[in-house]
């Protein structure tokens, strides 16, 4: 058992935070409750195909030294509901950042 994927998928977390704090894009920005919502949702909806895939044998949970261990459902690790936060915050930071330039190169 190991906590280094977990660990690595926090500290990217972190990061992911602290560039929407910098700049004051999704939480820090002022849109906390709408930032919460379009990430749930889009956990919600990937952990929803996520079961799926599983369902339907596509999808596995496979092995590797890195891993808890820990499984929220059969084939579902842990990691992936925090790689699915990972995912959904840096998409929507991304999103947010990119029109926050293109806005101010427009202005300019």
């Known amino acids: 058992m190991s906590y280094l994927y ?3 998928l926090l500290i990217s ?3 992911i935070s602290l560039l929407d704090f910098r700049h004051k894009l999704a939480f820090f920005g002022g849109a906390a409750l709408r930032s919460l919502i379009i ?7 990937f952990l929803v195909w996520d ?5 339907t044998g ?7 030294p890195w ?8 084939e579902l690790p842990l990691e ?11 998409t929507l930071v991304s999103y947010l950042w990119a029109g926050k330039a293109l806005g101010a190169r427009r202005q300019a």
């Open 67 to 74: 891993m808890t261990g820990v499984l929220l459902g059969p």
């Open 13 to 15: 977390l972190v990061g």
């Open 39 to 45: 990430i749930a949702a889009s956990v919600a909806f």
């Open 58 to 64: 596509v999808f596995f949970r496979g092995g590797g």
């Open 80 to 90: 992936e509901l925090f790689f699915l936060m990972v995912l959904a915050y840096s």
């Open 51 to 55: 079961v799926v895939g599983i369902a």
């Open 6 to 8: 977990l660990a690595a």
